[in-house]
């Protein structure tokens, strides 16, 4: 049976009841209650009571009652009392009955070899005789033997019941576990077919479930070795382990239903028939790719910003010195250009540590924002004409429609957003220095575009470059300085104002950042994220 199907507990409690309340009517009971014995009674699996034919409340009026009588034991396994009438009504019993027949209680010990499994206490007319006493009409000739054979009987079905209810629970325990894990799951029989494949493992392969039980496990995650090479039957963890080995954290590499491959960690172990024999395998699964991704992350952190800051130091410095020796030798022009760059220098220290104080904020979710209506043309304009006084080499050409509707949005960020994507238009355009800039409105949104003819972006790195210290290729060795920060906070901008970024380019032909902001009838209500 599947970990995705777990039993009912009902049947089990179901189980309880039928056997209790034959038990009753054997004996020629009306109605009755069990009490587990403490002996027998686990508290994770079995409830104290099992009802029959007597409610909730009249219950504890039973219990009291049989607390003051004389208690069965092993030697007198059956006591019987006489019911005051007024007890017997409050009991629920039929009123002819009472007054008639009269009530019996009757309490009855069942133990086995192992020791007391519980107490049965039942209400009979008086006048009743079980099969199992003397003085019955059916079997005049009824023994206590045979009263002592029903109870072993009775005992052995109990204790098969009550261990059960232990089954059912510790299975939905499991279950839960199972379903919820983090980590993938997987089982299989002797024949290596899967028997179990959990949610986490159904995400991690595309794979749902009822599409992989039953088959082959290792032809639905086509294991392979770290090179990429296929694992061989003698490589199978599962094997392994039902050899008898240890297969902890393997690394290895599995295929996902579309092909995709994950680097993995797997533990594998193995249940034993009682003789020993591998019945089950069971394949721990762990994602290493994510892991690997924010080790990777934090670890190119580290080296981008040292090599980010290293480089303007060493300028400023390199400056700094010869200004040190040679001041007295240098004329104006030369005085001039040099501490040039130390100020272009210095500036990029300081935009290096904004956009690193910046990304931290974003972060924590600390990026306030001041909304208002903003005239996204006038923006653009002013933008280009400072950019343009900056490089004057460049040429721009803007492409902005008609009356072009405001939006709603926080203009010292959407200027970010707009110098961050022309920095990087000039930046990774080493040889054609040409830009455009559109903007056009949409029913919904207004959509402004920066196009460059540079260096472009392949596909798969066009998915990576809006995330955090993402920079095209190794980034220690990109000739352009960086910290793979502008996009990410770009992003962060746009989506903060209800808009979307996206980029279109092709490699060696050029690329275009496109970012949409919500028109001003259509912008969510102003905020401020602190
Ligand atoms: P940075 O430029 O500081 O590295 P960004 O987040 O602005 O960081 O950009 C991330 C990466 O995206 C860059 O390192 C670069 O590889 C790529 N990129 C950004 N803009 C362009 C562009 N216009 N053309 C080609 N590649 C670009």
Redesign the pocket.
Known sequence: MSWSLPQQAEDSRDQMTILIGSAVRLLCGEAGVFVVSNEAFDPQSSSEYTLYQISEPALPHLLSYVQEAMQPNSLQPLVVETVPPDLAIQLGLPEDVVEQQGIECCSLAVFDQAGPVGMLHFLRPSTARSCFEPGNELNDTASEGTLRLFIAQLATGLRFALRSQGLVKEQGRLAAIFQHSKEGILTVDNALRIIDFNPAMEDLTGWQESEVLGQFYFKVLHPKDRQGNDLGLQDSPILQAFAGQEVVDREMVICARDGQRFLVSVTASCVRSARGEPMNGILNVRDLTRERQQEEQRSTFISVISHELKTPIAIIKGYASTLADNYAKLDAEGLHSRLVAVEEEADRLDKLVGNLLYASRIQANGLQMDIATLDLERLIRGVVRRFQAKYPDVSITLDISESLPTVMADRERIEEVLQ??L???V???PRQRAITIGSHATGEEVIVSIS?A????SLR?QQQ??ERF????D?LM?S?????????I?RAIVEAHGGRIWVE?TLRQ??T?SFSLPREEKAPLPMVVF
């Open positions: 961050n994507l920095d990087n238009a930046k990774y355009s460059d540079g260096m472009g972006i790195d470059i809006f993402q920079r095209v290729g980034p990109q352009t300085p960086g910290a793979g920060l502008g996009l990410y770009c380019s050029g690329s950042f």
